[in-house]
């Protein structure tokens, strides 16, 4: 089989979004237990700016940027299971997805029901696997919870405000706009604080009348970890995953004498790692999404091209939901 070439966003180094490199590499032929995608959708998110910046180190360099994508399997290596050229297939959690065309590990992919486009699996997996294992894992939630969502528009945040709603827990979330927390309102927040101008710890005092919440997800990280922590009730956990505002400083563990709190620090990562976790995590995503539990906004599209202006526009807080980069079709 020829080499077959590719468009890719690359890093030399790491740096702001100007450091992304549209460059022409070699896809490459798959080896054993590889499968060579034509892209068709790739996912924006916020950890590949980490990638990008350097908070999350990548080796060696230059590297193609980022992590989810949905396409057409278009050559199978020996011993890749039973995948078949032609398949249409997904996946999150697998750098190198900034291409026309990549190698992948087949273990990593899923099948795309006939319900699920592309473009919404490139817009759903890693956020959605994420609010998944968030609202069934980490914490299980469930009627009579109430929760708070930090940045309860975005990506991960929409998903995780219906979800959670859905499961009959009473949501609050915190947003940057009155737009964003219109949306959040639509999605099922039963009260949208916004925390550039309103002191979260009263508000959630007040909505909870003294109490606090019973857990908190908050993908925010350095800006909202405090509030985060105050806003819990007694013996209550916080979710802390994510790094939006930058990563959170470390901190006393003496802290959290104060009521007997919980805090975590998950990662998709672990909660996929057995190929069984993924399959049931892929099942219930594509089931809530199919059943309208779950709607994914894409509000942004930006050509693969332009993964330069996609960063810029995420890290300056003006995505709402989710974004996607689309290659030039074929
Ligand atoms: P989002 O679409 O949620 O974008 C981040 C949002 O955070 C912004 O839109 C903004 O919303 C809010 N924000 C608040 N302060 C800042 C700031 N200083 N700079 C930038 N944004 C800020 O991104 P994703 O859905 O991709 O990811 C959300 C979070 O979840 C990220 O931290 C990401 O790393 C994390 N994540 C963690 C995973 C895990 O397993 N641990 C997996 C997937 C994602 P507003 O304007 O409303 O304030």
Not at 239 to 252: E, H, I, L, Y
Request: proline share 5%.
């Amino acid at each position: 089989m020829a080499a077959s070439t590719s468009l890719a966003v690359r890093i030399h180094a790491y740096g702001p979004p100007a450091a992304l490199s549209v460059d022409q590499v070699e896809a490459g032929e798959p080896g054993p237990g590889e499968v060579l995608l034509r892209q068709t959708a790739i996912g924006l998110n916020f950890i590949d700016t980490y990638h990008r910046s350097g908070l999350y180190p990548i080796d060696p360099l230059p590297a193609i940027l980022g992590s989810e994508g949905a396409g057409v399997v278009e050559a199978v290596g020996p011993d890749a299971g039973d995948l078949r050229v032609g398949d249409r297939v997904g996946y999150a959690m697998s750098r190198g997805a900034y291409a026309e065309r990549r190698l992948i590990d087949a273990s990593l992919l899923v099948r795309l029901p006939e319900t699920t486009s592309d473009e919404l699996a490139a817009a759903a997996l890693l956020k959605g696997l994420t609010a998944w294992y968030l609202i069934r894992e980490t914490h299980r939630v469930s009627r009579g919870d109430t929760i708070l969502v930090q940045a309860a528009a975005g990506g991960v945040g929409s998903i995780l405000v219906q979800w959670a709603s859905h499961l009959g827990a009473t949501v609050y979330g915190t947003a940057g706009s009155e737009e964003k927390a219109e949306l959040a309102r639509r999605n099922g927040c039963a009260e949208v604080i916004l925390y550039d101008r309103e002191d979260v710890v009263a508000r959630v005092a007040q909505l909870t009348e003294g109490r606090g919440v019973d857990v908190v997800y908050d993908g925010v990280g350095r800006a909202t970890f405090d509030a985060s922590l105050a806003s819990l009730r007694p013996r209550g956990l916080l979710a802390a995953f994510g790094n939006a505002s930058g990563a959170v400083p470390p901190f006393d563990i003496l802290r959290l004498t104060d009521g007997s709190k919980f805090v975590t620090r998950p990662t998709l990562a672990t909660y996929i790692a057995q190929r069984e976790d993924l399959d049931r995590a892929a099942s219930e995503l594509f089931s809530a999404l199919a059943d309208g539990i779950v709607r994914i906004d894409i509000h942004q599209r930006f050509a693969l091209t332009d993964a330069r202006l996609a960063h810029e526009a995420l890290e300056a807080r003006r995505t709402i939901g989710s974004s996607v980069l689309l290659p030039t079709p074929e």
